[in-house]
């Protein structure tokens, strides 16, 4: 369960990261059936030390909390990481994620506004037989609008002004094809997938 959170495909209840610390605090409370827990387990943790003292009683030592109410510590714990807007994984760790457990990166969106959006699955320089030189680089590309896969070349020269990489994602200004039915990357720019949504 943990992976299938992890790869978004219970997104419809909340984000994977907010899915993903519920399920850790399930965890953390024995999957429901804890019935106490050491004040020194929380110590460090205001919010959730404040969330267990409305739903259980403080042991005469002072050091345990007794009599969990686990299905209200849960729901209270959900209620304040919704209010508090917990962000996604970026698009770095959700392509992380998908070659780890999938073994391939999907991210198709189906907008038309991100046709033009690449991410480069591998790049590979051409190298000139004649001259032991490489003239270009092949970049192997999935649309993440449409999730076509497509390979583009693009010039030496273009490529060492803005090199890629795998898992950069790119914006295709202009592709050309040539007579031969290859196509050119010809103008893009590299997208910060770190804020790209």
């Given amino acids: 369960m943990d992976i299938l959170v992890r790869l978004g495909f219970f997104n419809e209840f909340g984000n994977s990261r907010l899915l993903n610390g519920l399920v850790e605090y399930f965890n953390f409370f024995k999957q429901g059936s804890a019935k106490q827990i050491g004040v020194d387990k ?3 943790n205001q919010i959730l030390d404040n969330i267990i003292k409305r739903h ?3 042991s005469p030592s002072g050091k345990t909390y007794m009599d969990l109410n686990v299905k209200a510590i849960l729901n209270d714990i959900e209620e304040w990481m919704k209010c508090n807007n917990v962000r996604d994984y970026s698009i770095k760790e959700k392509i992380d994620a998908q070659k780890e457990y999938l073994g391939f990166v999907h991210l198709t969106t189906g907008k038309e506004e ?3 959006k690449l991410l480069v699955l591998d790049v590979k320089p051409l190298v000139s037989q004649k001259y032991n030189k490489i003239w270009a680089y092949a970049i192997d590309e999935i649309s993440i609008g449409s999730g076509k896969k ?3 070349t693009i010039w030496a020269n273009k490529f060492e002004r803005k090199p890629l990489q795998s898992n950069d994602i790119l914006y295709a200004y202009k592709v050309e094809k040539n007579d031969k039915g290859y196509w050119y990357l010809q103008d893009y720019d590299i997208i910060d997938i770190e804020i790209f949504e």
């Fill in 114 to 116: 991100d046709k033009r």
């Fill in 150 to 152: 497509n390979r583009l």
């Fill in 56 to 58: 259980s009683r403080l």
């Fill in 42 to 44: 929380i110590k460090d």
